[in-house]
């Protein structure tokens, strides 16, 4: 009795049919599709009324520099770019000593803004990476001093610029500026996660002593926190003005903020020339901004990505 063997290549298994669609499946997918995309309509729909708002105010101070106070309060009001933009600017250089003051507040901001930066780097490395006595009583006592108004320190910053003679010199604007809790916080808080230990002590190891192991590595790892407070410092310097009409006597040494304030009289304000003056001041702070923010972005798409 012969027996056939069937060769187990030749052995064809029937074709699988595929799963038969699930309807409810598929209109659950087709509902979470629509929601998607509908929830991206309204999110791109925010973020471009955000944007109409954030801009409007000063695409509003451009046209009101370009116009004159009569247009300005004209109804309808005017929305659309006037044509006396150079006139206005011509009555501000004649009314103040525009360049003059531009001067002083940009030596003042950039002075206060570098200082800063240096001191509350080099204090915020210390309080995250180093052990020393008192380290925790200190950095509690500097957290204190932010429920102090800064409007309580106006009178006893006075007595002292007065008593070191500093009453009408930018040394009164600099020094007390140079620091500043906020951003001892703000990088201590930076370096304690971005910094690690064993980075720090292979620098020891490696016979770098704390300044070098501070530019080494703290400050490559402390780059966009360094961004982001030059750009708060700079604002903040620029924008400043209290301190600066207190302390500033000498009208020469004027800046920015004081000298604009001048433009306004009681007699009659000409609006136009004050949005040009204005204008005129906000359009260093966006030079900076865009400058910083690319270091600032970039260190948040680098963290991003390590992520």
Not at 58 to 85: C, R
Not at 256 to 262: E, I, S
Request: with cysteine.
């Amino acid at each position: 009795m012969t027996t056939t063997q069937t060769n187990p290549t030749q052995v064809q298994t029937p074709p699988q049919s595929s799963p038969p669609i699930d309807d409810a499946q598929a209109r659950r997918d087709a509902r979470a599709l629509k929601q998607g995309r509908v929830a991206r309509i309204v999110t791109h729909l925010a973020i471009i009324v955000g944007v109409i708002l954030s801009i409007f105010p000063f695409y509003w101070l451009v046209v009101m520099a370009t116009n004159t106070t009569s247009d300005i309060f004209g109804f309808p009001p005017k929305l659309i770019f006037g044509t006396h933009l150079f006139e206005n600017i011509g009555h501000v250089l004649a009314s103040i000593d525009l360049f003059g003051a531009l001067g002083n507040t940009l030596f003042v901001a950039l002075s206060c803004t570098v200082l800063v930066m240096f001191f509350d780097s080099l204090a915020a490395f210390a309080f995250a990476k180093f052990e020393f006595p008192f380290r925790r009583t200190l950095f509690a006592i500097l957290l204190a001093t932010f429920m102090i108004p800064a409007q309580l320190s106006l009178v006893p910053n006075f007595v002292v610029m007065s008593q070191l003679g500093w009453i009408g010199s930018f040394q009164a604007l600099i020094i007390p500026g140079a620091a500043n809790a906020f951003g001892i916080f703000l990088l201590r808080q930076l370096a304690a996660g971005a910094i690690p230990d064993e980075l720090v002590e292979a620098a020891r190891i490696d016979g770098a002593g704390f300044f070098r192991t501070y530019f080494l590595v703290a400050v490559p790892m402390l780059r966009g926190g360094l961004a982001f407070l030059g750009i708060f410092t700079f604002i903040g310097a620029w924008n400043d003005y209290v301190w600066p009409l207190i302390v500033l006597v000498d009208p020469k040494r004027q800046t920015l903020q004081v000298a604009l304030a001048q433009l306004s009289s009681i007699y009659g304000t000409d609006y136009g020339m004050v949005m040009a003056g204005a204008l005129i001041s906000v359009l260093p702070l966006i030079g900076v901004f865009l400058i910083g923010s690319r270091h600032f972005i970039a260190n948040i798409a680098a963290g991003a990505v390590k992520g």
